[in-house]
């Protein structure tokens, strides 16, 4: 079986009735949520949140009740893919550009699950550029801001030669570092620099990882 597809549909053993779930954005993830939609026509009773649009739009066609983010104060659990995970389960994420809802919804779960194949699994996080959402005004300002923090690239993302637009509006700068030492000081280093939305670390979120690797083999990371 695909890696992926084991990691994504692993995760929804741990969902239960009645419960709001968060739901990634991803290649594994979207196994994940076909899984659901499987289960659901079996007779489970979920609501889904969505982190992105892409995603919304997968859950609408596949039949998954929704609920939106503004009416809630907590979601009981969230599955997300990730770029890279390390032994401390920190992340990088936002390679597919949705970081700041996948943080949101995130930060109010009561369980975080990530589901990833084993080549996401890493000593050290950085060889993944790091991306952080900008906002479009000034955000040439942003960029050398952000490079004065230390030994940081910041390339803007595009997309058919024009900038990558989120779903909220913004733009997005990939960050490439050899590696990223203290994720979680980096992270509140760069959410105070002025036009910076969000960044893709998650640090002291996931509660643990289904990796998945060959000869359709799991492992449950917990962090260290």
């Known amino acids: 079986m695909d890696s992926k597809k084991l990691a994504g549909e692993k995760a929804v053993e741990f969902v239960e009735d009645d419960m709001i779930v968060g739901l990634g954005t ?44 503004s009416v809630l104060s907590k979601v009981d659990l969230a599955i997300d893919g990730a770029d890279e995970v390390n032994p401390n389960l920190a992340l990088i994420k936002g390679g597919g550009g949705a970081l700041l809802r996948e943080k949101m919804i995130a930060s109010i779960s009561e369980k975080f699950i990530i589901v990833a194949d084993g080549s996401k699994f890493v000593q050290s996080l950085g060889t993944f550029p790091l991306p952080i959402e900008v906002i479009p005004f000034g955000w040439e300002l942003t960029k050398k801001q952000i490079e004065k923090i230390g030994p940081i690239n910041p390339i803007l993302r595009l997309k058919n030669n024009t900038p990558f637009i989120t779903d909220n509006g913004n733009y997005i700068l990939d960050c490439y570092m050899k590696s990223i030492e203290k994720p979680e000081d980096l992270t509140v280093q760069l959410n105070m620099i002025p036009g910076v939305v969000e960044n893709g670390l998650f640090v002291n979120m996931c509660d643990f990882a289904i990796i998945a690797g060959n000869n359709d083999t799991i492992e449950i990371k917990y962090g260290c």
């Open 26 to 69: 991803g290649s594994t993830v979207y196994w994940t949520i076909l899984k659901l939609a499987e289960r659901i026509k079996e007779g489970l009773k979920i609501n889904g949140v969505p982190t992105s649009k892409d995603t919304e739009q997968l859950a609408i066609k596949l039949g998954i009740p929704l609920v939106d983010l």
